[in-house]
């Protein structure tokens, strides 16, 4: 941070009320803090709140702007408020990082995304940003354009997100000339306070991403790992939501072309003359929602099953849906166990969430939890 960044935050942030006041010289506890004069690092996590208050915000900031930092996680746990974060965590944390390549953030509240989006002009490397799913207690993101200078941020490939998140980036004043990658994560556990999920919202924003793409003159891959609480077995035979069918809105999937789809599949507690008849709910339940998603090449069907689904039977089903789509470049299904508990999550949706594994800390006892077989969505 320069001095003159140094000399305005001690202006803003004295004064009672603000936890960014000045800390005295003299404070023991800062005394302790040890100099960072150079550093190699290239990769660092921010995983927790303590880094980025004082006094210790000082030493992490000091730290960012002498080491070469290409690849930076930060997480927002609560102790920081959306006004401290705006007046000065994220500015000071972006001014440090002129070279940034990959930002993956996360949060409680989407409202600190307009921050970041704020602030990606002191990034002009930028070539990746993940954004962690928050839960929702029925805010939404500003559907209006941002304010903000235009920027054009050249070698930005690879937006991952909420569906509602891309749509606000795409929205705000940016160009985006070599954009190959839109990933969409819609998760219900996450996103919605009724675990449901509003298709019909989904598919205005998958339309706002269309038209901003269309402007940009830009054809990106758009990928959606679709993971809802539907439930199918013991004669329930979900379908498609009414809603969507025939909307208006519908066509906006069209846009999707590699797809992500779990279902939660219940077998009979024997094998019986019914099984098959299970399996081929499990099948039209899959067809009816690729008939949404017409222009599918890619399919990964994630089944979490109370039984294990042996090989010929995994065949049967993906031959059914490669016969009924011959256009499928590719089509896979993965098999989610109860016993053993195996989980599909990305970053984005599973960062902080025990329940579901801890992210790729193999000392965890959680580690092993999360299902590592290949998915088309495996590099959001």
Known sequence: MNKH???????NFSGKGWKYQNIPSFSPIQRALPRVLQSNLTHIDLNSDFLLVPPTSAWTFEMLRS???????VSI???????????YVFPAIAASVPG?????ITFLDDDFLTVVVDNLYRLPLLRKMVVGLSFSRGYAL?????TI????LDHFTTFTGSSEQAAYFVQIPIMLPNLQFINVINDSYFQSYTFETDYMAIAAHFGIINRRMLEMNIHPSISLCLANQNNIGDSIASTVPADIIGSDCSQHFTIISCLTLKVVYHLPPAETAETHLTYDLLVDYTLSWLNLFQDLRYLTLLVKCNRPIDDSVQSYIVSLIKARFPKMVSVNLVNLTVEPDKQHYHWSNAHSDWGRGTYDIPTTLEYERKSRELCVCSHF
């Open 5 to 11: 960044f140094d000399a305005k935050m001690e202006t």
């Open 67 to 73: 080491s070469p930092i290409v690849t930076l996680t």
């Open 77 to 87: 746990r609560g102790r920081i408020q959306k006004e401290e974060f705006t007046s």
């Open 100 to 104: 940034l390549q990959s930002l993956r």
């Open 142 to 146: 500003s559907t209006s354009i941002p």
């Open 149 to 152: 200078k235009r920027i054009k």
